[in-house]
């Protein structure tokens, strides 16, 4: 006698996945502002599917910071401050923090850039890097967007432990939506976005983490002069 078939569930599941998906991309790209609001019947007549999987999607983001929920309203797309901003950066440096463990402690058993494999993934993740690259001289920030996160969650697999890359990669998202919230408001973005990917890959690359850690320094200091400068206009 055949047991019991789980199609149903993955089904949903996955169909949960694909709305989060989708609605944290309208979310960076802007088509889904700070503050808006919309009901569980909505999405779910916008993504022609039933109300099930689109609440446990919309929960799934509330709880990721995405979004806020309103007993009475539904959702709506949470307004991040300044102050935020300051607060996901020093907790992502945080984390970031341990992959410079990882470097340092290579010959100890950690992650040894120099090894085939890790050579190998290391030039997968540059590649990453000089994509995003292209797109910050370019200004386009939903290309950058796309590339920077799987080169950050590809870079923290490699030199972290899995725990620590989905924690990084969930405030890296935060991070993107709390900054589009800004970038969004200029103009032009050629040249005003960070763009030292590759040469923090280089730096992993050549066990050289204080090179790294100063780069990644910059970086913040950047990030958080742009988002105050926009802020402040």
Same mark, same amino acid.
């Given at each position: !006698?055949?047991?019991?078939?789980?199609?149903?569930?993955?089904? #949903?599941?996955?169909? *949960?996945?694909?709305?989060?998906?989708?609605?944290?991309?309208?979310?960076?790209? &802007?088509?889904?502002?700070?503050?808006?609001?919309?009901?569980?019947?909505?999405?779910?007549? %916008? /993504?022609?599917?039933?109300?099930?999987?689109?609440?446990?999607?919309?929960?799934?983001?509330?709880? %990721? &910071?995405?979004?806020?929920?309103?007993?009475?309203?539904?959702?709506?797309?949470?307004? /991040?401050?300044? @102050?935020?901003?300051?607060? !996901?950066?020093?907790?992502?440096? +945080?984390?970031?923090?341990? !992959?410079?463990?990882?470097?340092?402690?290579?010959?100890?058993?950690?992650?040894?850039?120099?090894?085939?494999?890790?050579?190998?993934?290391?030039?997968?993740?540059?590649? #990453?890097?000089?994509?995003?690259?292209?797109?910050?001289?370019?200004?386009?920030?939903?290309?950058?967007? &796309?590339?920077?996160?799987? /080169?950050? *969650?590809?870079?923290?697999?490699?030199?972290?432990?899995?725990?620590?890359?989905?924690?990084?990669?969930? +405030? #890296?998202?935060?991070?993107?939506?709390?900054?589009? %919230?800004?970038?969004? *408001?200029?103009?032009?973005?050629?040249?005003?976005?960070?763009?030292?990917?590759?040469?923090?890959?280089? $730096?992993?690359?050549?066990? @050289?983490?204080?090179?790294? #850690? $100063?780069?990644? @320094?910059? /970086?913040?200091?950047?990030? +958080?002069?742009?988002?105050?400068?926009?802020?402040? *206009?």
């Amino acid at each position: !006698m055949p047991g019991p078939s789980h199609t149903g569930a993955v089904t #949903r599941s996955t169909l *949960r996945q694909q709305i989060a998906d989708a609605l944290r991309d309208e979310v960076l790209a &802007g088509r889904l502002q700070p503050g808006q609001e919309f009901t569980v019947k909505e999405i779910a007549e %916008q /993504y022609g599917v039933s109300a099930t999987p689109v609440r446990e999607a919309l929960v799934d983001l509330s709880a %990721q &910071g995405l979004l806020e929920a309103d007993h009475h309203r539904g959702f709506r797309v949470h307004e /991040y401050s300044v @102050d935020d901003f300051r607060g !996901m950066v020093e907790a992502r440096s +945080l984390v970031i923090g341990g !992959m410079f463990l990882a470097v340092e402690g290579a010959r100890r058993g950690g992650p040894d850039p120099d090894a085939p494999r890790v050579a190998a993934a290391l030039a997968g993740v540059r590649r #990453r890097g000089e994509e995003a690259q292209r797109a910050a001289a370019a200004g386009d920030l939903t290309v950058l967007i &796309g590339y920077d996160l799987r /080169y950050w *969650r590809e870079l923290a697999v490699l030199f972290g432990n899995p725990y620590l890359a989905d924690f990084l990669h969930r +405030l #890296r998202v935060q991070s993107w939506v709390c900054t589009v %919230q800004h970038l969004r *408001r200029l103009s032009d973005l050629r040249g005003a976005l960070w763009s030292g990917h590759t040469e923090l890959v280089d $730096a992993l690359a050549r066990h @050289d983490a204080p090179a790294a #850690r $100063a780069l990644i @320094d910059a /970086y913040n200091a950047h990030s +958080l002069a742009l988002i105050e400068r926009i802020a402040r *206009r």
